[in-house]
């Protein structure tokens, strides 16, 4: 069956450095997420991609924060300069144009900001 | 107010036992009601999917939303100790957006024991 990846499954990294996040979505699906959960906490929306481009971001997705879709196959968040509080589980989800209600989610890279 | 209230728990069930766990929220613009399964450190894996007031039943799943108290609920009959996870409740507000951001629930953890 068909599964959204990521890698890697976990990242550690000093604060200010930058970091991206790799998934690879379902093949035939065309809307991406990103939502991050800190532990202990929520699963939060962070950004929604469609067409090759944003179509809805959260507050917590500031100016740091960017997303690509660099090939056909993979859809990368992009954190500039980490921060302490971003330490988290960061996990892509992916759906298909017709069952809006189905989000895919992958496994998460937990990222570790120190 | 928060948007999804969902009791955290921990919730200590003995096997076989029939489980309830519920949401509340406050915004009559949540048409479409999931609930997520999420083992630990793993990514949130659909369970079920509702559109309207009413019951759905998947084995030992059935799902319930009363739209007009702003609940919903899950039940899961003859728990299993494989059914112990993080339960999450997840909504999203109507199509007019059309990219279907979740909006999820605090989780709420269940362990099921022989």
């Known amino acids: 069956e068909p599964e959204v990846t990521q890698t890697p499954s976990h990242q550690v990294t000093q604060m200010g450095q930058e970091v991206i996040l790799r998934c690879v979505p379902i093949?035939?699906?065309?809307?991406f997420y990103w939502y991050r959960q800190i532990l202990g906490q929520k699963v939060e929306f962070l950004v929604s991609f469609y067409n090759n481009e944003i179509s809805e971001k959260s507050e917590i997705f500031d100016d740091q924060f960017s997303v690509e879709r660099p090939d056909g196959s993979n859809f990368t968040l992009k954190i500039r300069s980490t921060k302490l509080e971003d330490s988290a589980m960061y996990f892509c989800?992916?759906?298909?144009?017709?069952?809006?209600?189905?989000?895919?989610f992958g496994p998460g890279t937990r990222l570790t900001v120190l | 107010q928060k948007e999804v209230e969902q009791d955290p728990g921990p919730l200590s069930v003995p096997e076989g036992a029939i489980v309830s766990l519920n949401c509340t929220y406050s915004n009559s613009a949540f048409q479409y009601f999931m609930w997520y399964r999420q083992y630990s450190r793993k990514g949130p894996e659909l369970l079920m999917y509702?559109?309207?007031?009413g019951n759905k039943e998947d084995g030992r799943f059935t799902a319930q939303v009363d739209k007009s108290s702003k609940y919903i609920s899950l039940f899961i009959r003859d728990s299993q100790p494989s059914d112990s996870a993080t339960y999450l409740c997840?909504?999203?507000?109507?199509?007019?957006?059309?990219?279907?951001?979740?909006?999820f629930g605090a989780g709420t953890r269940l362990a099921v024991h022989p």
């Open positions: 989800a992916s759906r298909t144009t017709i069952r809006a209600d189905t989000q895919y």
């Open positions: 509702t559109y309207s007031s």
């Open positions: 093949s035939n699906h065309l809307y």
């Open positions: 997840a909504m999203i507000p109507d199509f007019s957006g059309g990219y279907n951001k979740l909006i």
